[in-house]
């Protein structure tokens, strides 16, 4: 990847993706299910340019979404409409009808009172709505407290108990065909046992459901595949997908799996340019055209990203520095307190592993347009998001001419 080159021909601040990485990790999941039917569905929100989506459509993969403007981004970008599925704790009824509508695999329902939405809104249709039930396993999945889901005090999902409840409601419901189970418990796992144990606990599920003539067709076990930032041991595909598979004895499941950041997490660079540099008392600073609202994770979950400072200088001497955005917050830094050379002003600045919640956290804050995004497939470029312009910006706002 020559990220000198493109940040010369797009310039700075850029998303580079590399489609063959997608490929190949959505290619290794997929082989490690191998033993059984299985959909991966990835989960849009991690990266949802159309043209990555459109990507992993030509692979077969199905989409997880959160909002009917992901299942619509879906459906454009030509995933199966049979692999769509729409989760989500709180979905409007707008949302709900739109996705009975347009036929979708399952909507994930994650409360009762959802429930009776979804019943009320189909009877309205005169359809029958596909669903499944999030269940919250209550298992810790030992990672960022942010991206933890599956314990109980987290608002995701319903009980086992519930849960029973819900699907003993949905097949006496002419207007309900309880097709699914799902769960999720948190995102950048690194620990294979919190999901062989979560997904044990809802094969007995699916088991007692079976007794009473409840016949679960979709397993779906979330997303979460950790992938390495820095130095973490990852859990590998294949022992994932055995440690899941191990809890499945004796049920004829389809296995749906979700993963977001595991298929395009370490795919992904943001590239920025040093501005200047400063010292304020003891402390350097290198700032960036780059900031909190292009990469929020730094500055929101005290991310680790590994970066690279490409130094123009001769023999730069390296010493500590922050690297720094242009936002007015103190919170706006991609790292602190790493060794980086002496750098010219437009020296490249590559901030590693960007693929996965990068630019779709990306905001306008500051009145900063959004980053132009950029794939990279068999040894050529192009790309896939313009910048935004300032025009872009105030497209919305009305009312304001005087
Ligand atoms: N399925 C469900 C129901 C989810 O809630 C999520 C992520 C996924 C699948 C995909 O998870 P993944 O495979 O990417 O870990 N913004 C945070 C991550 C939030 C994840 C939210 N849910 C971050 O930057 O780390």
């Not at 580079?16 to 299910?33: G, R």
């Amino acid at each position: 990847m020559n990220f000198k080159e493109l940040s010369k021909k797009y310039g700075t601040p850029l998303y580079v993706y590399d489609f063959e990485h997608f490929e190949n990790q959505y290619n290794e999941l997929k082989k490690a299910f191998k033993a059984r039917k299985s959909i991966i569905s990835y989960a849009i929100k991690a990266n949802s340019n159309l043209s990555v989506v459109k990507k992993f459509a030509s692979l077969g993969s199905g989409a997880d979404c959160v909002s009917i403007g992901e299942v619509k981004r879906a459906l454009l970008a030509g995933i199966d409409k049979y692999k769509i599925i729409f989760s989500g704790v709180g979905k409007r009824d707008d949302e709900i009808q739109e996705a009975l509508e347009k036929d979708i695999l399952m909507i994930n329902v994650e409360s009762e009172a959802e429930l009776k939405r979804v019943d009320e809104i189909a009877k309205n249709l005169g359809k029958v709505a596909r669903i499944s039930i999030r269940v919250n396993p209550n298992i810790d999945p030992k990672t960022h407290p942010y991206i933890s889901t599956g314990l109980s005090e987290n608002k995701f999902g319903v009980d086992i108990e519930t849960a029973k409840k819900m699907y003993i409601y949905a097949k006496k419901s002419q207007n309900l065909n309880p097709v699914g189970i799902h769960f999720h418990i948190g995102s950048q796992l690194t620990e294979l046992e919190p999901i062989r144990e979560a997904s044990a606990i809802v094969a007995d599920l699916v088991r007692s459901l079976k007794a009473i003539n409840i016949d679960i067709k979709f397993f779906d076990v979330g997303g979460g595949l950790g992938i390495k930032y820095k130095d973490e041991e990852t859990i590998k595909p294949y022992d994932y997908a055995q440690a899941i598979l191990s809890t499945l004895s004796g049920l004829d499941v389809t296995i749906v799996c979700e993963p977001g950041r595991f298929l395009v997490g370490n795919g992904g660079w943001f590239l920025t340019k040093v501005l200047y540099e400063k010292v304020n008392g003891d402390k350097r600073f290198v700032i960036v055209d780059g900031a909190m609202n292009d990469l929020i994770r730094p500055s929101l979950y005290n991310a680790y990203h590994k970066i690279e400072v490409l130094s123009s200088k001769e023999n730069p001497k390296v010493s500590k520095a922050n690297i720094v955005g242009p936002v007015c917050e103190s919170g706006d830094f991609f790292a602190k307190e790493i060794e980086v050379p002496e750098t010219n002003p437009g020296d490249l600045v590559v901030i590693h592993s960007a693929g996965a919640y990068g630019f779709t956290m990306a905001s306008n804050y500051n009145t900063r347009p959004r980053p132009a995004e950029v794939a990279v497939e068999d040894n050529k470029d192009r790309l896939i998001r313009r910048r935004e312009t300032f025009e872009d910006l105030i497209a919305c706002e009305i009312d304001y001419m005087v």
